[in-house]
C-alpha cells in the first residue's frame, strides 16, 4: 500500500490569531488538497505566514483548528517523512555546515544521514555542503532550506514565499519542482505575493488579505473571472464614435482620463466601423487587465473594508489631516 | 485510487530527484517511517553541538582558564614556601579559582545552547522537526549536561593530581577528592544547566548571560554596600549563599555554624535548576515558538 493512498489534507476551520488588539489571521476555513499546488496569496503582512506557522503548531490559534489528517501537529509521530516545510530563509546557525545542518534534523526524525546527501544534491548545494551557511546567497539559503523540506521525502510540502532571492534559473527549478511534486501525488502548499508567480505555478488558489479569506477557487476559473479582455479606444471625435458604437450595438464605457473602454477583443471591429463612419482615432488597443491588477483591486477591497468597520464615525481623510498637521508643527 | 504496490521498496533506486518525469498517482516513499522518541532528539542535539565553532572555543577557553589557573596557583605556592607549610587545607583548593572564572565560559555555553537558536531562527526548524517541545529541552539539557560535566571533571582531575602533586599540603582524604573533583563538576554542570534553561526563558543570548554573570557575582558585589548593622544578617547571607562561597565549600572539610556546607551546594543548585526547569517547560508550551 502507499503511504500516499489516502491523506494529505491540510483543513483549517475558523482558524484565528490575533496579537493583543491586533488580529493577524481572521476566522480562516479552507482545505489544502493533495494531487495539486495550492497558491497561497496575499499582499505582505496578510497573515501568510502566521497561518503556515500555526498548522506547524509553532504558534497557537487564539481560536479554531488546524489539522493535518485529522491531527494536530505535534500529534504526528514522524512530522518530518509528513510533511516538509521551507518556513523563512535562513532559519538556522550560520556557524553550522548545511550538511550538519541537514544531519541534525534527519537524526531527529530517524531519517538515514545516505538522505542528507540526497537532498543536497537534488538542490544543487552538495558542493558547498561543508561551508558555514553564514556566507550563503539568499538564492542557496533558500536551496538550502528547501532541501530540509524534502529530507523526510514528506507527503505535504509548504513553501513560503519560494521564490525570494533565487535567480531565474533558480525559479524555474522551483516552478518545475512543485509541479512534480504535486503530480506525484503530494499535497503542495506554496505562499506568495506574486500574483503572476502563482498564476504560472498553481492549479488552485487560496487568497487572503487582513487575515480574512478572500477567494478560494481554481486557478482557471480566477483567470476567467478577473483577467478582463477590453479595447482602449482615444479619439477626437467622441460623440460621433459613440453614437457610432452604439448603432452597431456596443458599448462603451467612458474612463477618466479621455478614453473610452470596450468589453472583449472588437477591435478589428470597431476600426472597420470607424473606417466606415470615417471617424478619426488616435489609438485603438486591445488590452488585458493582468490577474495582478486584479489581484491588487481584492485585497484593496479588503484594506478599505477592514478601515471602515474598524473607525466608521471617522473618515479616514480627517485623519490625514490631522497627522500631516502634527508633523507640521514638530 | 491506491494501487497494491510491494512494500518499501529500499533497493529500487526512488525518484529521488523529483525531476519532471511521469505523474505518480500513487508514490511510494522508501523512507521508513520512525516513531520519533528522546533518543533521535539526543542524536540530534549532540550533532548541534559538536558542529558550531562557539562550543569548541568556549569549552577550550574554560580548559584553559582551569588548568592554567590551577596549577599556576599552585606553583606560586610551592615556589614561595620553604619551609613544610603545615596547612590545615589540602592542595585541592587551588583549584578554585580557576573553575570560578571559568565558569562563565560554561555559563556562556549553556545560554547559547538554547537562546542562539532564538536569535538564528533555527528554533522554529528544530521545533518543526520535532513538534515535542518538552523531547527538545530535555535532550538539550541532557547532551549539555554530559559535556559540561565530563569537560569539568577531566579539568578539575587533572588540576587536582598535579596540585597535590607539586604542593607540600595535608594529603585530601577519600571524600574530599571525590567533593574536589565529581562535587564540583556535577555543580558547574548544574550552573551551566541552570543557564541553559535561562536562555530557554530569556530567549535573548546577551540578556540570558548578562543574567546569569549577574547571579554569580551580584550578591558578592551587593554585599560589600551593607554597612548598616541592621542589614548584617542579610549580607552575612548574601555573602555564605553567594556561588563563590559556595563552590569554596567543596573544597573546604570544616563545618561552619551557618552557611551552607559539606554538599549543601549541590543540593540547593539542584533545587533551584529543577525549579527553573520546571517553569521554562511551562512557558515552553504556552508560549508561540
Known sequence: MSRFSVGGMIELTGLTKRYGEKVAVNNLTFGVRPGIVTGFLGPNGAGKSTTMRMILGLDRPTAGDVRIDGKHYDQLKDPLTYIGALLEAKAWHGGRSAYNHLLCLAQSNGIPGSRVREVLDTVGLTAVAKKKTKGFSMGMGQRLGIAGALLGDPRILMFDEPVNGLDPEGIHWIRNLMKSLAAQGRTVFVSSHLMSEMALTADHLVVIGQGRLLADTSMPDFIARNSRA????????RERLLDVLHEAGITAVENGNGTLEVDGGKSEQIGELAARHQVVLHELSPQQASLEEAFMQLTAESVEYHAHTEAPTRPPQQRQQQWGADWKRS | MSTPQPPMPQTAAPNWQAAPGPAHPTYTSPIPVVRTNLGHALASEWTKIRSVRSTMWTLGVFVLLVVGIGLAAAALV???????????????????????????????????????EYGTGMIRTTMTACPSRGRVLTAKAIVFFAVAFVVTLASAVLVALADVAMVDAREPSGGEWLKGTVGVSVYIALLGLLSLVVGSIIRHSAGAITIMIGVLLAPLVIAMFMFSESLRGLQQALIEYSIPNQLSVFYTQSLTESGPTGWDPLWIMLGVTAAVFAGALALLEKRDV
Open chain 1, 230 to 237: 477590453y479595447v482602449r479606444i482615444r479619439t477626437p471625435q
Open chain 2, 78 to 116: 610551592a615556589a614561595n614556601t620553604d619551609e613544610g607549610n603545615v596547612s590545615d587545607e589540602t592542595a585541592l583548593g587551588f583549584g578554585f579559582f580557576g573553575l570560578l572564572l571559568g565558569s562563565i565560559c560554561i555559563i556562556t555555553l549553556g545560554v547559547l545552547t538554547t537562546a542562539s
